[in-house]
């Protein structure tokens, strides 16, 4: 997937739990997915684009019930297959925890670094 790192976030683009795999992602880039989102929303209406590429970062995120899966990378990476792994991610989540939403992170945020180790082997 060469995926650099993945983010959980609320609707307001606050990280819940994230996974760096690769340090080249800072923290902070939560704020500037947040910026886009405004954008992307604003110029398309109500078409929403699930990938974005910005100063070379590209974003592919998710949006499930009141959170945003998202996965960052700076690499020529594959955008459906990163796509893909999200939904699946939400698949695997959903069936461990009986439906995904921000209580059921904040409650198995453990579980779920173990999940996404499994899931996902450094980024790819």
């Known amino acids: 997937m060469a995926a650099s790192a993945i983010f959980i976030t609320d609707y307001r683009g606050k990280p819940l739990i994230h996974r ?3 340090g080249n992602i800072p923290t902070s880039i939560t704020d ?3 910026r886009l989102l405004v954008e992307n929303e604003r110029d398309n209406d109500f078409e ?3 990938i974005i590429i910005d100063k070379g970062v ?4 998710v949006k499930h019930n009141d959170l945003y899966l998202l996965a960052v990378t700076k690499l020529n990476a594959n955008a459906m297959l990163m796509l893909n792994f999200l ?4 698949n695997v989540l959903t069936t461990y925890f009986d439906g995904l939403e921000q209580e059921s992170i904040r409650d198995n ?3 779920i670094y ?3 180790d499994e899931m ?3 980024g790819y």
């Open 20 to 22: 760096n795999y690769r």
């Open 32 to 34: 500037e997915f947040q």
């Open 48 to 50: 929403l684009n699930p």
């Open 58 to 61: 590209t974003f592919a995120f």
């Open 87 to 90: 939904h699946e991610m939400i």
């Open 109 to 111: 945020f453990v579980l």
């Open 114 to 116: 173990e999940l996404l």
């Open 120 to 122: 996902n082997d450094f």
